[in-house]
């Protein structure tokens, strides 16, 4: 499956942003989806993840209450809503794909977009 992100940019602290992920190549709901962020000079870490039919999410702490993960099968594209933004959420933002057939949530990806930046000032 290919991934393409977009959606980032320059965002204020306190604004928002909403990411999407586009998938091509097989049938979208077979597949986890996830988002992940890498700050500069940090390793990439987990940001949220949604199940196939969208009824199962989860996030880690540090966005939790902020951020809304959510797909639309129809059109094969995953959605990151952020909100509350700080410097801190400054990072390049990959989605991934897994497939739904393993474990949930999952702890690999093996389908990898090439990121968006996502730039907070304050």
């Known amino acids: 499956v290919q991934l393409q992100a977009s959606g980032g940019g320059l965002a204020q602290a306190g604004g928002s942003l909403r990411l999407s992920c586009v998938a091509s190549?097989?049938?979208?709901?077979?597949?986890?989806m996830g988002w992940f962020r890498q700050a500069p000079g940090k390793e990439r870490e987990f940001v949220a993840a949604?199940?196939?039919?969208?009824?199962?999410?989860t996030y880690q702490d540090s966005v939790k209450g902020r951020a809304t993960i959510s797909r639309a099968n129809d059109k094969n594209t995953v959605y990151l809503q952020m909100n509350s933004l700080t410097p801190e959420d400054t990072a390049v933002y990959y989605c991934?794909?897994?497939?739904?057939?393993?474990?949930?949530?999952?702890?690999?990806?093996?389908?990898w977009g090439q990121g968006t930046q996502v730039t907070v000032s304050s």
């Open positions: 991934a794909a897994e497939s739904r057939f393993g474990r949930w949530p999952p702890k690999e990806y093996t389908y």
């Open positions: 190549g097989r049938t979208f709901s077979n597949f986890y």
């Open positions: 949604i199940s196939g039919s969208g009824g199962s999410t």
